[in-house]
């Protein structure tokens, strides 16, 4: 009798500690009135899914794929193999939230387009800052990103990006040529950073640049770290690595403060704007412009830095596609070294094609983070108030009912237009990344520069892939490398 008693308190206990988050979450959400649709009260179900042990909730379900596994999208297959298609939302607990999956293009295009009920959430604001284009709403959002768009995205923007970045996409190009063998990940990265100091705030390479180059790992480690601001932590170190490198772009909008007064202007991201003024004649403050650099930095340095690798990949791959686009890029230029302008880059109808599907595959955001600000019904299903909604973009660009062949670098699928919702690479609606432009001109300059004047190949072609915390080659892409 006592050991039966043992055994049902065990089994009960199990049981408990298998559905904690279920119970906790899911059941009061389940079972809430609310006034959703116009003032009639809804019961919805919930989203069919496992929402994990307690604390920790899938996490390690969702390490088991992303690291040991090494099949990303097999999370979501085994969701959709196990309760079916669902309209493309599934419950869970991750990232120390109850959250709702959402992975198909028409789910994630309505919470995209739904900014009333969906806030953009990133996972730690306090790090890019609490008054950047990515943390702000309504009637401030709208205003900071009319001014951030005209200085990244805009055509006369894009023609200065053009003519500054080159000089050290050749310089970079030349020196690792030189050098024989690199590492097209790190190597990626510093040039990225190099071009980020000079646009952004005209920070020459050396140590303040290396300097800024390190805090920000710092803080892009701790974006999607638990938010636990102790010693310690990856989110501690990422605060303090923010103020420090806050406290540097605030000497440097003094410089450029002064550089007003002298009439001596910079021309860079920083200049433009302390410059813009709004309708109204407003113009940001001084948080306000630090926050949005800092927030533009975090946003474009790892995606730009890793699409230009995955070129430098596939590129490798498919010498074909190199053939093509030398081909193309010969009526513009004939010498690797001369510069090109983004009026060249516009009438490159391949290399278009090459970056967009460069892109694609680099995944560089696979999930956006939205926050329900309300109890929302999507499919005869419920999104309750206050959950996480993780839009998993990836899955759209990865998954065979939406491209052919998905895993196969193609650019000539660019030859018809993608179905509609299947590439949002950049997000989705009035959130869609305000610098997307500047990132897709970057990486047409880079393939520019390197196939009109170099030839590498691969020293591990068969390397294997790490997905976290972006997707990459185990070997960071190592590539022999000369001058043609």
């Given at each position: 009798?006592?050991?039966?008693?043992?055994?049902?308190?065990?089994?009960?206990?199990?049981?408990?500690?298998?559905?904690?988050?279920?119970?906790?979450?899911?059941?009061?959400?389940?079972?809430?009135?609310?006034?959703?649709g116009?003032?009639?009260?809804?019961?919805?179900?919930?989203?069919?899914?496992?929402?994990?042990?307690?604390?920790?909730?899938?996490?390690?379900?969702?390490?088991?794929y992303?690291?040991?596994?090494?099949g990303?999208?097999?999370?979501?297959?085994?969701?959709?193999?196990?309760?079916?298609?669902?309209?493309?939302?599934?419950?869970?607990?991750?990232?120390?939230?109850?959250?709702?999956?959402?992975?198909?293009?028409?789910?994630?295009?309505?919470?995209?387009?739904?900014?009333?009920n969906?806030?953009?959430?990133?996972?730690?604001?306090?790090?890019?800052?609490?008054?950047?284009?990515?943390?702000?709403?309504?009637?401030?959002?709208?205003?900071?990103?009319s001014?951030?768009?005209?200085?990244?995205?805009?055509?006369?923007?894009?023609?200065?990006?053009?003519?500054?970045?080159?000089?050290?996409?050749?310089?970079?190009?030349q020196?690792?040529?030189?050098?024989?063998r690199?590492?097209?990940?790190?190597?990626?990265?510093?040039?990225?950073?190099?071009?980020?100091?000079?646009?952004?705030?005209?920070?020459?390479?050396?140590?303040?640049?290396?300097?800024?180059?390190?805090?920000?790992?710092?803080?892009?480690?701790?974006?999607?770290?638990?938010?636990i601001?102790?010693?310690?932590?990856?989110?501690?170190?990422?605060?303090?690595?923010?103020?420090?490198?806050?406290?540097?772009?605030?000497?440097?909008?003094d410089?450029?403060?002064?550089?007003?007064?002298?009439?001596?202007?910079?021309?860079?991201?920083?200049?433009?704007?302390?410059?813009?003024?709004?309708?109204?004649?407003?113009?940001?403050?001084?948080?306000?412009?630090?926050?949005?650099?800092?927030?533009?930095?975090v946003?474009?340095?790892?995606?730009?830095?890793?699409?230009?690798?995955?070129?430098?990949?596939?590129?490798?791959?498919?010498?074909?596609?190199?053939?093509?686009?030398?081909?193309?890029h010969?009526?513009?230029?004939?010498?690797?070294?001369?510069?090109?302008?983004?009026?060249?880059?516009?009438?490159?109808?391949?290399?278009?094609?090459?970056?967009?599907?460069?892109?694609?595959?680099?995944?560089?955001?696979?999930?956006?983070?939205?926050?329900?600000?309300?109890?929302?019904?999507?499919?005869?299903?419920?999104?309750?108030k206050g959950?996480?909604?993780m839009?998993?973009?990836?899955?759209?660009?990865?998954?065979?009912?939406?491209?052919?062949?998905?895993?196969?670098?193609?650019?000539?699928?660019?030859?018809?237009?993608?179905?509609?919702?299947?590439?949002?690479?950049?997000?989705?609606?009035?959130?869609i990344?305000?610098?997307?432009?500047?990132?897709?001109?970057?990486?047409a300059?880079?393939?520019?520069?390197?196939?009109?004047?170099?030839?590498?190949?691969?020293?591990?072609?068969?390397?294997?892939?790490?997905?976290?915390?972006?997707?990459?080659?185990?070997?960071?892409?190592?590539?022999?490398?000369?001058?043609?």
């Amino acid at each position: 009798m006592v050991v039966a008693i043992v055994g049902l308190g065990i089994l009960l206990l199990g049981c408990l500690f298998y559905y904690w988050n279920d119970i906790i979450y899911a059941l009061p959400a389940t079972f809430r009135c609310s006034s959703a649709g116009g003032g009639r009260r809804s019961r919805a179900p919930l989203p069919p899914g496992y929402m994990g042990f307690p604390f920790i909730g899938e996490m390690f379900n969702f390490l088991y794929y992303f690291k040991f596994l090494g099949g990303p999208d097999d999370f979501i297959n085994a969701k959709r193999a196990k309760y079916g298609g669902t309209g493309g939302l599934y419950r869970t607990h991750l990232f120390g939230s109850p959250a709702i999956i959402v992975c198909s293009p028409a789910a994630n295009k309505f919470v995209f387009q739904s900014e009333a009920n969906f806030q953009l959430e990133w996972p730690a604001v306090e790090i890019v800052g609490k008054s950047s284009l990515v943390a702000v709403h309504g009637e401030s959002h709208t205003r900071i990103r009319s001014l951030v768009v005209k200085t990244t995205n805009q055509p006369d923007a894009l023609r200065r990006i053009a003519e500054m970045v080159q000089p050290r996409i050749v310089h970079a190009l030349q020196t690792w040529a030189k050098k024989g063998r690199i590492l097209g990940y790190h190597e990626a990265k510093k040039v990225t950073f190099e071009n980020i100091g000079n646009y952004f705030v005209s920070i020459e390479p050396g140590t303040q640049l290396d300097v800024l180059d390190k805090l920000f790992a710092g803080m892009v480690k701790g974006i999607r770290s638990f938010p636990i601001n102790l010693p310690g932590t990856a989110y501690h170190h990422a605060i303090q690595c923010r103020k420090k490198a806050v406290a540097i772009f605030q000497e440097e909008l003094d410089k450029h403060r002064d550089g007003f007064a002298s009439q001596k202007t910079r021309n860079d991201l920083m200049d433009g704007l302390m410059n813009l003024k709004d309708e109204e004649g407003k113009q940001l403050s001084d948080v306000e412009v630090v926050d949005n650099i800092v927030s533009l930095v975090v946003a474009g340095y790892e995606s730009t830095s890793i699409s230009i690798m995955w070129a430098l990949y596939y590129l490798a791959k498919y010498p074909s596609v190199i053939r093509k686009l030398q081909e193309e890029h010969s009526s513009i230029c004939t010498n690797g070294d001369q510069y090109v302008t983004s009026d060249d880059i516009q009438k490159l109808q391949y290399t278009t094609k090459v970056v967009e599907e460069t892109i694609r595959l680099a995944n560089t955001a696979s999930i956006i983070f939205r926050k329900a600000r309300n109890d929302v019904d999507y499919k005869g299903f419920r999104i309750p108030k206050g959950w996480t909604v993780m839009c998993w973009v990836r899955y759209h660009h990865t998954d065979p009912e939406n491209f052919e062949d998905p895993l196969c670098f193609n650019p000539d699928r660019w030859n018809e237009p993608p179905k509609p919702g299947s590439y949002m690479v950049f997000g989705g609606g009035s959130r869609i990344c305000a610098g997307n432009m500047l990132a897709r001109l970057q990486v047409a300059i880079f393939i520019h520069h390197l196939v009109q004047g170099y030839e590498w190949e691969l020293v591990n072609p068969n390397a294997g892939l790490a997905y976290l915390p972006h997707q990459k080659p185990l070997d960071g892409v190592e590539i022999n490398i000369r001058k043609i």
